[in-house]
């Protein structure tokens, strides 16, 4: 895949997303806007993923969720607590868990794929 940096950046939070929706039970078209826990929990993993392996802005994110930079930062946090006390998360744990394997899953295979072309398009010189 050759792509810049935005445009990676952007295939990632696609996926994580995308992803999210079949790890957490969630439909699209709710996900942005619902206020039922299901969902909450879901933006708030894919809030904390994206922070955390795709070093994304507090601010981009939030623009790209539709939400405040402050909700953003909120959920990071509250995600940070959750993680902390698995014997009482269980369940959360257990999808967040799965969708950090997929999304790492995922960036291997970016990685790989960048690697091979750029391998290709420097041995073309």
Excluded: W
């Amino acid at each position: 895949i050759d792509s810049t940096s935005g445009d990676r950046v952007r295939m990632i939070t696609y996926y994580v997303i995308s992803r999210c929706l079949v790890v957490f039970h969630l439909r699209e078209e709710d996900f942005f806007s619902s206020r039922l826990k299901a969902y909450r929990e879901g933006r708030m993993a894919c809030y904390h993923i994206l922070r955390k392996y795709n070093e994304g802005s507090y601010g981009r994110m939030a623009q790209q969720f539709g939400q405040s930079m402050r909700t953003i930062l909120y959920f990071c946090h509250r995600c940070d607590d959750l993680l902390s006390l698995p014997q009482f998360n269980r369940s959360f744990i257990d999808r967040y868990n799965l969708l950090e394997s997929d999304t790492l899953n995922f960036i291997a295979k970016l990685n790989i794929k960048s690697n091979e072309n750029s391998q290709n398009t420097g041995s073309a010189t």
